[in-house]
């Protein structure tokens, strides 16, 4: 775990800056950048790395999937990987992690398979995962809602005395909710054991940043709030990760709620029915590659003469056979029973739904081969 503490006397505004720990070009950042937080170890950098790497293979697999038709739709995050890698890194296996719909890489990161997480987006099932299993909730489509359920989660946790963190996440354009704002209230408080990584990918759809919010960053709402807000530079795994694990000590500890903004870019459409370049310029798309997360941690990494070729390349085989693994269970045909539409709906059925699900059993027996026209 980071050794870093997050302060539990009066929250003080975020930083001007993005908190970083590696600057783009791969080097450790100075002193004054850091705001006070320490380099993870090697080991856990590398940890970061690989998955990060696995998570953008996966990530790239599945958008070519979709736009083969095997998926109804799917929401890239190539480009927010050291967001949402560092955030399930920093958990421990009893938290619980409530993601959005744009957040699959960390639902296979936290142990999700292929196949499971995938489900959602083929139309098979709402939920294709056992959440308390992987402690995951379900990926939240409508905006925020997700927020209050971890807030609900964590404030029964700290009821119980049971040694469990909520960690959401939020995109910029959700934090314009209300649902999110009755969940950044509330989490402060009941002093709920919550941290909230607000992926700050600079567009809510096709609307920027700068026609949501005013606001310097989106972190300094913490302060109104009653707790710690902190700006990340979000393409900067190992700041991410030390920033999120000592939010995560310091929920853990008693002393509630933190809110982190993370500083990325939304590298690919919004889902594969979007098309970027009707809002914003391809330059502006060049640049933030520039800055892609995986190169500047790979960087850092060699430099320090941690990443070797070998192990590059290991972890490069392995993304490669995540792949092959993604494209297998997506060309299996799955086995649907319309039926199911109606369980675990009611407790004690209602006779609609009993007569609803009579009339399709009947309908669908009537298309069975052999059955009379």
Wanted: charged share 20%; net charge negative.
């Amino acid at each position: 775990m980071n050794d870093s503490v997050v302060s539990t006397a009066e929250p003080t505004r975020p930083t001007q800056l993005p908190i970083s720990l590696i600057t783009s070009d791969g080097i450790a950042a100075a002193a004054e950048a850091t705001a006070g937080f320490s380099m993870p170890s090697p080991d856990i950098l590398l940890s970061l790395y690989r998955k990060m790497v696995l998570g953008r293979r996966f990530d790239v697999q599945v958008t070519a999937l979709t736009r083969q038709g095997r998926l109804a739709t799917y929401p890239s995050a190539v480009g927010q990987e050291a967001c949402e890698i560092a955030a399930v890194e920093a958990l421990a296996p009893q938290d619980w992690l409530f993601p959005t719909y744009r957040d699959t890489m960390a639902l296979m990161t936290r142990g999700i398979s292929p196949l499971e997480s995938l489900k959602l987006f083929r139309g098979d099932w709402h939920m294709g995962f056992d959440p308390n299993v992987h402690r995951v909730a379900a990926q939240a489509t409508p905006l925020a809602t997700q927020a209050l359920h971890a807030v609900g989660l964590a404030t029964a946790a700290r009821l119980k005395h049971d040694d469990v963190v909520a960690l959401t996440f939020l995109g910029d354009g959700s934090t314009s909710e209300g649902d999110a704002h009755e969940a950044f209230n509330f989490a402060a408080v009941w002093q709920a054991p919550v941290v909230f990584v607000i992926q700050n990918n600079q567009y809510a759809i096709s609307v920027p940043i700068a026609k949501q919010s005013h606001a310097r960053t989106l972190a300094d709402r913490a302060i109104g709030y009653g707790m710690p807000g902190y700006f990340v530079d979000g393409n900067d795994a190992a700041a991410m990760y030390a920033v999120i694990s000592a939010a995560v000590e310091n929920a853990r500890a008693g002393n509630g709620p933190t809110m982190i903004e993370g500083l990325t870019y939304r590298v690919e459409a919004h889902t594969n029915s979007d098309d970027p370049s009707r809002y914003r310029d391809q330059s502006e798309e060049a640049a933030w590659r520039g800055l892609d997360p995986i190169s500047r941690l790979d960087a850092y990494l060699v430099r320090e003469g941690v990443l070797t070729d070998e192990r590059r390349d290991e972890v490069a085989a392995e993304a490669e056979q995540l792949a092959a693994t993604t494209r297998e269970a997506m060309s299996e045909e799955p086995a649907i029973d319309p039926l199911e539409l109606f369980e675990h709906v009611y407790v004690n059925e209602r006779a609609n739904l009993v007569e609803q699900r009579e009339f399709l059993a009947r309908e669908l027996a009537s298309t069975e081969p052999g059955s009379d026209p």
